[in-house]
Nanobody
Framework: QLHLVESGGGLVQPGGSLRLSCAAS????????IGWFRQAPGKEREGVSC????????SYAESVKGRFTIFRDNAKNTVYLQMKSLKPDDTAVYYC??????????????????WGQGTQVTVSS
């Protein structure tokens, strides 16, 4: 069965850090552009970050620039989202997505190959 599995979420205090992981089951991630989306209660799902299949280019939402870093280890078939200086507004379910490689470092919400089940991130004191 082909799917994405996110891990690494949890409860963290404001200003803290977390690293999310996205692993592929049944296929190789290195073919795909990979993205992270998030959805907070009562809000639309929004794009957070995206990385090309080679890892050579990436993009970030304005709200996370300078605080989040996306990177991939294709040898481990895993993509990571390092999150620092977390804020309560970062509280959401975070989803990993896979997109056709021709998208480069863009991850269109409505055009994806795989979408994970999500991992909860809660930033609270």
């Amino acid at each position: 069965q082909l799917h994405l599995v996110e891990s690494g979420g949890g409860l963290v205090q404001p200003g803290g850090s977390l690293r999310l992981s996205c692993a592929a089951s049944g296929f190789l991630l290195d073919y795909y552009t990979i993205g992270w989306f998030r959805q907070a209660p009562g809000k639309e799902r929004e794009g957070v970050s995206c990385i090309s299949n080679s890892g050579g280019s990436s993009s970030y939402a304005e709200s996370v620039k300078g605080r989040f870093t996306i990177f991939r280890d294709n040898a481990k078939n895993t993509v990571y989202l390092q999150m620092k200086s977390l804020k309560p507004d970062d509280t959401a379910v975070y989803y990993c997505t896979a997109h056709r490689p021709e998208y480069g470092s863009r991850c269109p919400k409505l055009d994806y190959a795989f979408w994970g089940q999500g991992t909860q991130v809660t930033v609270s004191s």
